[in-house]
């Protein structure tokens, strides 16, 4: 049987990128969602996170090489009024893909965590090993899973790697996002106003640069860490942002006010060197092409 990648979250921003570009590649992919086809009405298999019999139906179907686990609530803006469904999708989603890798002997999962695992930072560049106070059960949620990662790895030797991804921002984004608001409302001819932010860091990555990284982490060979931390390199403010923007789109009317965003994280810059070393990772869209080409793709959407 010829061996397949099995991606969750097929319908979102990141699965549905990681589907495509391992298609482009030649390879067979599983790719399983709430949804039936993605945006594009690419056919994705139907399977709930939580449902492990099905999880593993699926793999006893198909030769899964390697998964990469992009499903999940995807941030803290979402199911924010249902704390135990973010552990239950998130944690026990995560439980049951390291399960699948398991039991199938998968040769590497991928997983998607997050840098709000992180919570608040200290002073100075942040590197992986810092504690983690998550902020959020979002947060929490991931860094819970990182520790079942790290154990399926030492206790089974499950090959798992996490990846934890910064804002990811690009085609396909359906949940908040400061870039796309900016981006639609000069394409509608609104004004963006925004309580805060003038002054408050984010480090955004495209979704290409993400989809790098994780398939990168998917074809290394042998590790020498579990975790790595993935940005786009781009260490800037919304109101530097919002100046690209209007670079990009000379029509943006947008003013921030300063203050950090209220139910947001303050990051200091992370530090990505682990990744380029030992994933060869190098990050493609500095923020002007990144948010140029989002910006056709949304204005050809709207056209
Ligand atoms: N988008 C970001 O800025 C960002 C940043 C850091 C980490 N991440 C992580 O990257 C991963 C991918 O994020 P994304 O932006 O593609 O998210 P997304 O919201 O676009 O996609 C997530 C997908 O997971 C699916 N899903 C949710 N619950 C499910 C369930 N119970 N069973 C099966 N599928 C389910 C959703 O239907 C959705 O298609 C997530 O783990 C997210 O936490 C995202």
Known sequence: ????????????????????????????????????????GAPLTFCDLGDIHRLHAIATDNAI???????????????????YSMVQVNVVGTANMLELARVHKVRRMVFCSSTSAYGDTPEGLVPEDVPLRPTSVYGGSKAASEALLWTYWRQFGVDALAIRLSWVYGPGRTTDCIIRTMIEDALAGRPTRMPFGQDFHRQFIHVEDAVSALLLALDAGEMPRRIYTVTGETYATLGEISEVVKRVLPQADIALQPGPD????????????????????????????GIRSYAGWLAARTA
């Open 262 to 289: 209220p139910v947001d994280d303050v990051h200091r810059r992370f530090d990505i060197t682990a990744a380029k070393r030992d994933l060869g990772y190098a990050p493609q869209f500095d923020l002007e092409t």
């Open 65 to 83: 090489d390697g998964i990469v686990h992009c499903g999940a609530h995807s941030g803290p803006m979402v199911a924010r009024d249902n704390p």
């Open 1 to 40: 049987m010829e061996k397949c990648i099995l991606v969750t979250g097929g319908a979102g921003l990141v699965g549905n990128a990681v589907r495509r570009r391992l298609e482009s590649q030649g390879r067979k992919v599983v790719a399983i969602d709430l949804a039936e086809r993605t945006r594009d």
